[in-house]
């Protein structure tokens, strides 16, 4: 049996150092993003990006959408996929 090179991590372990080194190596990129002005798309105020979601959140009650839009539509307690 060959000697293991590498420490077995749960998935949880291996998420939070793989995002810790993702942080370290693009840190400026990240930050340069998080600080860029927008505006906000209700009222109009402008604020850093990374201050936005919560801005929305608690001035306009909005709620978070996923990213990845899925189709799944439930109908009578089964699950339909449609792809349109
Ligand atoms: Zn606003």
Redesign the pocket.
């Known amino acids: 049996m060959p000697k293991k090179k590498y420490p077995q991590l749960t998935a949880e372990e291996y998420n939070t150092a793989y995002m810790k080194v993702y942080y370290f190596l693009n840190r400026d990129r990240l930050l340069e993003k998080a600080k860029r002005p927008v505006n906000?798309?209700?009222?109009?105020?402008k604020m850093p990006y990374s201050s936005l979601s919560y801005?929305?959140r608690k001035?306009?009650n909005h709620v978070k959408q996923p990213k990845i839009k899925n189709n799944l539509v439930k109908e009578d307690g089964t699950f339909k996929l449609t792809f349109d």
Do not use: V
């Open positions: 906000c798309p209700s009222c109009n105020k801005h929305l001035c306009h």
